[in-house]
C-alpha cells in the first residue's frame, strides 16, 4: 500500500511514518515544520530535539532498509499538495496536518486565524487532491474525541440514532468543542461528510483521545529516532507534562477541581489504529468513525497514578490545583463508546505502572533539560 | 441604533439598509461587488443592472433626506473590516457577506475554495472585530434551512432536546446541507456556537428559506432601487426564476420529481425578520436561532401557482420535468417548525395570486432582456 502521512512530522507522524514502512508499505511524509516554528515562537521547544525530517528518514533508512520519502511544504497550498498527490497517488492519507495545540488556537486573533485557515485549508485541498486524481482513496482523517464536548449523554461512535415525535433519523453525534483547535476538527468532520455523501470519498475519522508515550517500536534503541516530546502548556498532553513535572521536582498542576473526564490512549495504540484503519479501509460514501482511546480516567486520577509510580521512585511528587485556564466543565457525565476498533483487532497497551515507570526513566537523563517555566498555563480563555 | 450591513450590494443587503434607515437607524452597507463579480464571470447578470451602492445610497438619500454610509472592500480581510467596525462601533451587524450561490459552490474547485475562503473568513474576522471593539454588539447572522437538509424528524428552530440511554441533553439540532455553500453556513453557526459559549457573544442566526419578490416599500416607485433580480441558474431562486420563464414563454423547469418541499418567503418579510430581530437582540451567551419562513410549499405546487395565475394574465405556461442537476431527495419528509419570529412580530406576506401578479407585471417590460440560455442548469452535482 502507499501511504501518504501528512503532518509528518509531528508527534504522532513520524512514527507513524515509521510504523507504516516497518509493516511493508512504500511511505511519503509530508510536512511544513509549522508546530516547530509555532514552539520556537511560543517558546514552547520540546524536551530534545528531533532531527528534521530527512535526517530521520536517513537514520531509519539506514537502519531498516526501508525508505521514507520526505517532502516538505505546505499542504494549505493546493499549488504545493495537489502534483505531490499526483505524483504520489496515494491508497491512503494519513492526515495529522493541522496546528494541534487548543492553548495556542485560543492566544489571540492572529493564532486563532492561522488554526482555522490551516486546517481546514488542508482538509478541502485534500479532498479536491482525492476527487481530482484518485477517488478511490481512503482517507484517514485525524479528529478528537475534544470535538463531542462533554455530553450529558453516551458519546457514540460518531453518530447517533434520534426519535423526535414519534419519527427517526440517523445523524452525526453532537459536536460541541471546548478550544478552537478542537471546533476545527468539528469543521473539518462537517465538510468531509459533505463530500463522502456527495462525492462518495472513502474516510475514516479517528476521535482520538489525549495521548501519552514517548517510544514505539521502530524506534527503540535510538533515541534521534524518537518522536518530539513536548511537555508544555501548549503542546505538552496532561500525561506527558504531569511525568515532566514528577521529574522535575515540581508540583503537578491540575486545573481546577480535577474531574474532568477523558479517554487517553498509549501512541503505540495510535499507531495500531490507523494502520488498523489503513489495512482495512471505508467503503465509497463511507465516513466512518472511531472514537480512539481504550481507558477513561479524570485528571485527579492520573495525578494520583503518577504521583504513586513516582514515589516507587523515589521521586517525591506533589498535586496542586491551579485556577483552570480553561473555559470547560470541571465535574460531568462521561461515558463514551470506543468498541470499532478493538474489533478492527487493537491489542490495547493499558497505562500500567510499568509504561509510567519506563517513561519517567526515560525523562530523567533530561531532567538538566526541563525549563519549568514552559509548564505552567500561559494562556485562559477569556 | 447604529446598524452595519455587511453584504450591503445584494438581494437582501440593499433592501435591508433601506429598512433600517427608513425606520430611523443610522446605517452603514459594506460590500466588496463580489456577487457582481461572479454574475459577470458566469454570464449570470441580473435583469436589470442596479446601480452601484454610492449612486443607490444618493438616491435613496435625495428621496428620504436619510443618509446611508458607503464602504466598498472585502470583509474577509481583517485589515479592511476591523478599522471599519472601530470607526462606526455599530450596536447591530447584518452579516449577509457571503457568497450565495449553492450551484456556484459546487462548479469546481476555484470555486467551492472562494466559498469556503471568503464565507467563513467573513465570519470569522466579524467575530474577531466585535471581541476587540464591542462585545455587546449584537451579530445577525444570515442562515439556511438549506443548513438542515431534510431529515427525517421535525425540523426545530435551531436546538434540539436528544434523549439517549436514559439520560438528555440540549444540541444544535443535526445539520447536514446539500450544497458545498449551504456547508460553509454550517460551518457558520458551529463557529458561532463556539465563540458564543466561550465568549459571551450575542449572536441570532436566522435559518432563511428561500426568497422571492423584487420590490420592498421603500424603493416603491422608484426602479433605480430594487434590488438586483436574478432569474438564472446560478443566483435565481426557484420563484423568481420560475415568473421569468412564464414571463419569457418558456417551460418552467422543474429539477427531477419536483417533490422537493422548502419554506419560503416574501422578500418584505426577510425585512421584517432581520428587523425584529435587530430590534430585540440575542442575549450575551446566547446564540438564539429562527427558522425564517411562512409557507411550505413543493417545488410542483410552485409550478402549479405560477402556472395557474400566468394563465390568468393570458400566459400560456408550459411544465416540463429536467433531470435534478443536484444531489438531494426528491421525496422526502419535511416539518419545520417556524414559530419564533411570528411570536416576536412578523406579520407574514403569503404568495397570494396578488403578489405573484405583481410580480410578473414588474417584470413584464424586462420581457426583451429575458437571456433563456441562462435558465437552465449548467452545473451539475457530480
Known sequence: MRVMVLGGDGYLGWPTAMHFAAGGHEVMVVDNYLRRTIARSTGSEPLFEAPNLEARADIFGTIRDTPIEVAIGDCSEMMFLDPLFARFLPDAVVHYAEQPSAPYSMRGFHEAQLTLRNNLGVTFNLIWAVLRHKPECHIVKLGTMGEYGTPNIDIEEGWIAVGHNGREDKFLFPRQAGSLYHTTKVLDTDLLWFYVRTHDLRVTDLMQGPVYGLSTWECEGNLRL?????????????????????????????????????????????????????????????????????????????????????????????????????????EHYYN??????????????????????????????FKADIDSNKILPRVRWS
Do not use: W
Open 336 to 365: 463514551a463508546k470506543h468498541s470499532g476498533l478493538l474489533e478492527l483487532g487493537l491489542q490495547p497497551h493499558f497505562m500500567t505502572d510499568d509504561v509510567l515507570t519506563q517513561m519517567i526513566e526515560t525523562i530523567i537523563p
Open 226 to 330: 524518537l518522536p518530539n516530546f513536548h511537555y508544555d502548556d501548549i503542546f505538552g498532553t496532561v500525561v506527558n507534562r504531569f511525568l515532566v513535572q514528577a521529574v522535575a521536582g515540581v508540583p503537578l498542576t491540575v486545573y481546577g477541581k480535577g474531574e474532568q473526564t477523558r479517554g487517553y490512549l498509549n501512541l503505540k495504540d495510535t499507531l495500531q489504529c490507523v494502520r488498523l484503519a489503513a489495512e482495512k479501509p471505508a467503503s465509497p460514501g463511507e465516513l466512518r468513525i472511531f472514537n480512539q482511546f481504550t481507558e477513561q480516567f479524570t485528571v485527579n486520577e492520573l495525578a494520583a497514578r503518577v504521583k504513586r509510580v513516582s514515589a516507587a521512585l523515589r521521586l517525591p511528587v506533589e498535586i496542586r490545583s491551579i485556577p483552570n485556564p480553561r473555559k470547560e466543565k470541571e
